[in-house]
């Protein structure tokens, strides 16, 4: 008999002891095994879960979508505004944007968790507007670094891993699905941002595009404010801020190694994809709309590796499609004409979308709910030291003899050694090699 069904029996039996001996009974036990079947309870649809679900996606169109534009920014910046930078240099500043966005999430994650999620949330979104409008007013590098680097970065953070641990909170059968459908709100956005941008820079200028792309972010963050709500009543779990006990848990460290690995070159092709095509001698009107092929692809495959992680298990399904992001890395940079670039930033976009689509309940699956928060959180903020690591060296690459088939070698190989170091955390977790897990 499980713990769960172990829970209502201790309670039912507490109702029919007479006052007495019901007293003996510590409150904090009722209280506590009262809470673990509410928490067993999950919804996994209804009209409540659906709209928490549309405030995630809502959230991560205008975060991580805005974010993983990236790319046409990377390819305009040495063209014209930072001409002078170098490549690193200018990878610099959306590799802190990104990297901001799972550094924070140790602190973020243990709020969520005690009920403290609202300010930080509301918080991040104004952050998000208020740098996006700066950014037009920006003059040197370090502007840039600031407003669009550390600001836009930090305010997403503020907000990601709270939509990544409130749809666990609705969803259990159907996580991977669910997180699948929010994260590809991201992918949608990374798929319209890049061409908006791209379309006002040519018809009003770089300043009102910025401008026009915040009056549309106040709207989607609007959205997600109105419509995140938690299920769970807070918990204060043992462990303190870190929860370094945690780390016990042999198969959750080892994943977190694979994770850092994993992100130092997962980011990498993103970064550089536009300006490496013009680098090739691809038409620029074309090489933009690269960031928007490769992020319309994620969200394609955002939402097949949830259901496939569903079908078949997590880490498995994420195993399979990390691996072949890899392999589309170190191919990549062999890509020279219009029809085979596209294919691989195709192939790149699809398989690299398992990993922030799965990475929630891969944690989640590893661990109990009460905690959730805070183990995303310390995950998150692990692989951000890498994300702020690997697009910036792998630009180091970029200026030596071998160019961007060097950048492409280092971020797949990357990626692979990860993924291999995860699956041996999912080896220790659930031992048969074929395994459901």
């Known amino acids: 008999m499980d713990e769960i069904d172990n829970c209502k029996i201790l309670c039912k039996n507490t109702n029919q002891l007479p006052r007495d001996s019901a007293s003996d009974v510590k409150g904090e036990e009722v209280e506590t095994t009262a809470a673990l079947v509410i928490?067993?309870?999950f919804p996994d649809g209804g009209l409540q879960a659906w709209i928490v679900l549309c405030g995630t996606v809502s959230g991560?169109?205008?975060?991580?979508?805005?974010?993983?534009?990236?790319?046409?920014?990377?390819?305009y910046y040495q063209q014209k505004l930072l001409r002078h930078s170098t490549p690193s240099e200018i990878a610099w500043i959306g590799s802190i944007q990104h990297a901001m966005i799972?550094?924070?999430?140790?602190?973020?994650?243990?709020l969520f968790d005690i009920g403290y999620f609202r300010i930080p949330y509301a918080a991040g979104g104004l952050l998000i507007v208020l740098t996006t409008f700066l950014v037009p007013q920006c003059k040197v590098y370090w502007h840039y670094l600031l407003c669009q680097g550390f600001g836009s970065g930090i305010g997403s953070g503020l907000m990601f891993c709270t939509m990544v641990t409130v749809?666990?909170?609705?969803?259990?059968?159907?996580?991977?699905?669910?997180?699948?459908?929010?994260?590809g709100g991201a992918a949608l956005g990374a798929t319209v941002f890049p061409i908006i941008i791209r379309q006002l820079i040519t018809r009003i200028g770089f300043p009102w595009a910025l401008r026009t792309v915040g009056f549309i972010l106040i709207f989607f963050l609007g959205i997600s404010n109105l419509c995140v709500r938690r299920r769970l009543p807070p918990v204060k779990a043992r462990g303190g801020l870190l929860g370094l006990h945690a780390f016990r848990n042999i198969p959750f460290s080892v994943l977190g190694i694979g994770a850092f690995l994993t992100l130092m070159g997962l980011f990498t092709m993103l970064t550089y994809i536009s300006a490496s095509a013009i680098a090739f001698g691809i038409s620029p009107n074309f090489a933009f709309y690269l960031v928007a092929i490769t992020n319309f692809s994620s969200g394609v495959g955002r939402v097949t590796s949830g259901i496939l992680g569903d079908r078949f298990g997590l880490i498995n399904a994420n195993t399979v499609m990390t691996t072949l992001a890899g392999v589309a890395t170190i191919v990549w940079p062999h890509c020279r004409t219009i029809p085979s670039i596209t294919v691989i930033a195709s192939i790149y976009g699809f398989t690299s979308g398992a990993w922030l689509a799965l990475i929630g309940p891969m944690i989640g699956q590893l661990g109990n709910i009460d905690d959730i928060g805070r183990r995303m959180g310390t995950v998150h903020t692990i692989v951000g030291v890498s994300t702020i690591c690997g697009p910036p060296i792998s630009g180091l690459f970029a200026d030596s003899k071998l160019g961007y088939m060097a950048v492409g070698y280092f971020a797949g190989d990357m990626i692979i050694a990860g993924t291999a170091i995860k699956f041996i955390a999912r080896l220790i977790a659930a031992p048969s090699f074929f395994r459901k897990f």
Do not use: C, E, I, M
């Open 167 to 183: 749809t666990t909170h609705w969803f259990k059968k159907r996580r991977g699905f669910a997180l699948g459908v929010a994260s």
């Open 39 to 41: 928490a067993d309870d």
């Open 60 to 75: 991560f169109f205008a975060t991580l979508g805005y974010v993983n534009s990236w790319g046409v920014f990377q390819a």
């Open 102 to 110: 799972f550094l924070p999430a140790v602190v973020v994650g243990r």
